[in-house]
């Protein structure tokens, strides 16, 4: 694991020589979300990591396609890419769109967003930062509706917010409706750097369509 982590600090480091803001996609499958993202947004630096090597290969392929500069994708677990995040770079926006959604109960704690991992995020977000959620599982979405009276440093916007872009997932396509979900990065200063998230492989059901 440490020398996972240290290869991807080596080319995340390469990616950001700088310290700076970014957009960054948890689980972003083949990237048709981010590349149009980058497109619409060309000053913004975007990354999305997927677990899936076949569906970043895609991914890259597609933003060499589109020539998007500002457009990166890497295969990593989210939680070896906190750990391995270069110093001085910031999460600015975060997107979650149609995590796997671990339906059984015993599975629950296999899901991305827990207390633990709002926390570790809140590590690496600037007071303002957004996080962007879209899911099609009614249980996970009231799950993380739950935890939210707990969270001290993400809460729902004073005002409402437009959703910055749409642009149909593959999941999304597939959906039959789903629920989306803004929260912005509160001033309360996060805990720690310590980062205790589940990282695990995605279930079966999560195979995108070749
Ligand atoms: C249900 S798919 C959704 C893909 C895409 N966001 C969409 O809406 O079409 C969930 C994706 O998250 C990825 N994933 C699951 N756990 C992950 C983790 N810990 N780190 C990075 N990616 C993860 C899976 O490989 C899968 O591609």
């Known amino acids: 694991m ?23 996609e948890i689980g972003c499958g083949h990237g048709h979300f981010l590349e149009r993202y980058a497109a619409k947004f060309p000053l913004r630096l975007c990354l999305g990591v997927d677990l899936a090597s076949e569906r970043i290969t895609r991914a890259l392929r597609k933003s060499e396609r589109g020539k998007l500069l500002n457009c990166h994708f890497i295969r990593a677990d989210a939680l070896d890419f906190l750990h391995a995040l270069p110093k001085g770079v910031t999460l600015q926006e975060i997107w979650v769109l149609f995590p796997d959604p671990w339906p059984k109960k015993r599975h629950h704690k296999n899901r991305i967003l ?3 991992f709002f926390a570790a995020l809140a590590a690496y977000a600037p007071a303002e930062a957004r996080l962007y959620f879209r899911t099609d599982s009614i249980d996970y979405f009231q799950a993380v509706q739950a935890l939210l009276p707990s969270l001290k440093t993400w809460e ?25 979900l803004i929260l912005v990065r509160t001033s ?16 079966e059901d999560s195979r995108l369509p070749a």
Not at 2 to 24: E, N, Y
Not at 158 to 177: C, G, M, Y
């Open 2 to 24: 440490t020398q996972r982590r240290a290869d991807l600090s080596a080319k995340l480091t390469a990616i950001f020589p700088a310290p700076r803001a970014i957009v960054w």
């Open 114 to 116: 827990q207390p633990d």
């Open 156 to 180: 729902i916007p004073k005002a409402e917010e437009p959703w910055p872009l749409e642009h149909e997932t593959v999941f999304q396509a597939r959906a039959e409706s789903y629920q989306s």
């Open 188 to 203: 309360h200063p996060a805990k720690s750097a310590e980062i205790t998230a589940p990282a695990v492989p995605p279930p």
